[in-house]
């Protein structure tokens, strides 16, 4: 089945960095986008950004542009989200997520399915 | 940035009511819109597509209608496993995709 498995939680100081990974199985890795998105403790969720792992192309989000970096290891099928310059307000559950679409005719929307698990990312001095 | 309105934020139910959750837009995004079921500490569930489309695998009580900026997802009879908080997703200009705040629903 199709499966997306994170790393487990980390705990960084204020500054530092972090980089998550998300693990795909059960499908052809490069066939299909892979999204980040967080959520902030008792928030909702907050699309980071979006990898394209058959060549590797990015695009972020205009809040994280400049800290966040989306890269992939097509040996290993993972895709690796790293956020940089760590604050308090960065301590959420990062996930990952396959980006799903219609292929039926006058269907183009996008989805998110399946999801990782999710990792805790704690930014505590 | 399209932004995604849910109201209400939060809503107590019983076991077997019909509830509605309506999700509002801040311009026309046709029927790009998706939305997701999330349980406290686990990943939110993917329930339905291009805003009336039942992803396979979910209950037939969950439907979803509406186009253009306004758009509901209903529980036509509620059950334990449905108390969860409910999102919806816009696709149409992207990016950024942009989430709903979320409701809530709790068990009254």
């Known amino acids: 089945q199709v499966q997306l498995v994170q790393s487990g939680a980390e705990v960084k100081k204020p500054g530092a960095s972090v980089k998550v990974s998300c693990k795909a199985s059960?499908?052809?890795?490069?066939?299909?986008?892979i999204h980040w998105v967080r959520q902030a403790p008792g928030q909702g969720l907050e699309w980071m950004g979006i990898?394209?792992?058959?060549?590797?192309?990015?695009s972020y989000a205009q809040k994280f542009q400049g800290r966040v970096t989306l890269t992939r290891d097509t040996s290993t099928s993972t895709v690796y989200m790293e956020l940089s310059s760590l604050r308090s307000e960065d301590t959420a559950v990062y996930y990952c997520?396959?980006?799903?679409?219609?292929?039926?005719?006058?269907?183009?929307?996008?989805?998110?399915?399946?999801w990782g698990q999710g990792t805790l990312v704690t930014v505590s001095s | 940035d399209i932004q995604m309105t849910q109201s209400p934020s939060s809503l107590s139910a019983s076991v077997g009511d019909r509830v509605t959750i309506t999700c509002r837009a801040s311009?026309?995004?046709?029927?790009?819109l998706n939305w997701y079921q999330q349980k406290p500490g686990k990943a939110p569930k993917f329930l339905i597509y291009a805003a009336s489309s039942l992803q396979s695998g979910v209950p037939s009580r969950f439907s979803g209608s509406g186009s253009g900026t306004d758009f509901t997802l209903t529980i036509s009879s509620l059950q334990p496993e449905d108390f969860a908080t409910y999102y919806c997703q816009q696709s149409y200009s992207t990016p950024p995709y942009t989430f709903g705040q979320g409701t809530k629903l709790e068990i009254k």
């Open positions: 997520a396959r980006k799903g679409y219609c292929s039926s005719t006058g269907c183009y929307t996008e989805w998110f399915d399946p």
């Open positions: 990898i394209n792992p058959s060549g590797g192309s990015t």
């Open positions: 311009q026309s995004i046709s029927s790009y």
């Open positions: 059960g499908y052809t890795f490069t066939s299909y986008y």
